[in-house]
């Protein structure tokens, strides 16, 4: 069972640079977020999205963007990469969290910027 | 702002003690909280809910909004427990009708033979 699929798992990039982070659920959930966690920090919401078309802010979004075409995927976009990015970044989806339904990530992407 | 605080990095008990994770947390209104894990190699996962009052793995949490905590208590700890602990409130102002969660900074249990 895939159920969240994060790509890539480990880049490097440079100051200024651009990147997409990819995430995929098979699970048809509308739910979808994405986290950072900060070494020695916990997880903090930077974007989430309740369905296709559909995204909004969490807690730290500057520096992001998103988009959810479809139910299935939920990139999230980097287009001038600072160092303060380098952090670990976690996809979740969910069913109903109205409903307490859990969360489930993504085994995470770890990125630096130098 | 909204903060959720677990104070002990690292726990280390020995098989069969009692252990006990500590969450403390700030928050307007009911909070609803959960309790997250993530073991060795697995991604991070759903523990317990406060809402269900369930056990799980025969963990408990009782939310004391006194003194606004939701600490992890087991009363016989077992090799397998050990993960990383994470607890979980609402991000404040956002219910959890959306899911929108904030973590704490997570302990590391350690449980020794």
């Known amino acids: 069972n895939a159920g969240v699929t994060q790509t890539p798992k480990f880049r490097i990039l440079k100051i200024g640079q651009s990147m997409t982070l990819q995430c995929t659920q098979d699970?048809?959930?509308?739910?979808m977020y994405w986290y950072r966690q900060d070494p020695g920090m916990g997880l903090k919401l930077i974007y989430y999205?309740?369905?296709?078309?559909?995204?909004d802010k969490g807690e730290v979004p500057n520096g992001y963007n998103v988009s959810r075409s479809t139910t299935e995927d939920f990139p999230l976009r980097l287009e001038l990469a600072a160092p303060s990015q380098t952090s670990v970044y976690f996809c979740a989806s969910s069913y109903a969290p109205q409903l307490n339904q859990p969360q489930h990530f993504g085994d995470g992407t770890r990125l630096s910027i130098l | 702002a909204q903060r959720v605080t677990q104070p002990e990095k690292l726990l280390s008990v020995f098989k069969g003690a009692p252990v006990e994770l500590k969450c403390n947390y700030s928050?307007?209104?009911?909070?609803?909280l959960f309790w997250y894990v993530q073991y060795s190699r697995q991604r991070l996962q759903l523990l317990l809910r406060?809402?269900s009052r369930e056990s799980i793995k025969g963990f408990t949490a009782d939310l004391n909004k006194g003194e606004t905590s939701f600490h992890l208590k087991k009363p016989f700890a077992q090799e397998e427990d050990s993960a990383m602990y994470y607890c979980?409130?609402?991000?404040?102002?956002?219910?959890?009708?959306?899911?929108?969660?904030?973590f704490g900074q997570g302990t590391i249990l350690t449980v020794h033979p």
């Open positions: 928050y307007s209104g009911s909070p609803e």
């Open positions: 406060h809402i």
């Open positions: 999205s309740v369905g296709a078309g559909i995204t």
């Open positions: 979980a409130p609402p991000i404040s102002g956002g219910g959890t009708s959306y899911g929108k969660l904030t």
């Open positions: 699970m048809n959930h509308n739910y």
